[in-house]
């Protein structure tokens, strides 16, 4: 089946930090490869889509793509704020159009 | 404004207890969702809803089923509500089979 793995779970920065978190996926289809992000309290918000390999999703100074070559896909950032403190979610949708497979989450602390 | 509501959003029960979600959303979309979210597992899909009295089990359906008799409410149902199922819970949509989904701001459930 499909899967997602998300290794790092916590990271801790300072403002104007660089931010690059990364995943790996499995699947047999064409996916989709997305990333949310959730804000204590809240369900998480679609932060990025990239549908095509080696294309860059851009939202809110956040850019993402992703590398069917080594089936792996990245969100960066190049100067975090400590509102982009959140936890952050890769997910895969593939092309089957069923439920996303998430990664376990990357715990984003930024300190002014 | 695109919305996806949650009720209760928080909610004690006794092991034993029936309990319902209720999850409604303002987009007309097609398709919706149960996941729950627990420390170190991420979120996990419970159902898919594709439209009116369509629905199908995702990764982990035992101890729940749902419901959904108008586009825009889909409910979420424990018989015999268990601690394990103490969790946070998250009801999305979806346009059509669409990869982007929409979350709410999820249901905080302990069942003591």
């Known amino acids: 089946g499909d899967s997602v793995t998300q290794k790092q779970g916590q990271v801790t920065l300072s403002e104007d930090d660089f931010l690059f978190i990364n995943c790996t996926y499995s699947?047999?289809?064409?996916?989709?490869l997305l990333w949310y992000v959730q804000y204590l309290g809240q369900g998480p918000q679609l932060l990025l889509k990239?549908?095509?390999?080696?294309n860059k999703g851009i939202s809110r100074g956040f850019e993402a793509t992703y590398d069917k070559g080594t089936t792996s896909f990245h969100l960066q950032k190049a100067s975090v704020q400590e509102s982009d403190s959140a936890v952050y979610f890769c997910a895969l949708a593939p092309n089957y159009a069923q439920g996303l497979t998430f990664g376990l989450g990357t715990r984003v602390s930024v300190f002014p | 404004d695109m919305k996806v509501t949650q009720m209760p959003r928080y909610l004690i029960k006794r092991m034993g207890e029936n309990v319902l979600l209720e999850c409604g959303q303002d987009?007309?979309?097609?398709?919706m969702y149960w996941y729950r979210q627990d420390p170190g597992l991420g979120l996990q899909l419970i159902y898919i809803?594709?439209?009116?009295?369509?629905?199908s089990e995702g990764d982990i359906p035992k101890g729940y089923r749902v419901s959904r008799k108008k586009r825009e409410h889909f409910s979420l149902i424990l018989d015999s509500a268990k601690t394990n199922q103490t969790s946070v819970y998250f009801c999305?949509?979806?346009?059509?089979?669409?990869?982007?989904?929409?979350f709410g701001p999820g249901t905080r459930l302990t069942v003591l």
């Open positions: 999305a949509s979806s346009r059509d089979r669409g990869r982007e989904q929409y």
């Open positions: 987009m007309s979309h097609e398709t």
């Open positions: 990239v549908t095509t390999a080696n």
């Open positions: 809803s594709y439209d009116v009295d369509s629905n």
């Open positions: 699947t047999t289809t064409y996916p989709t």
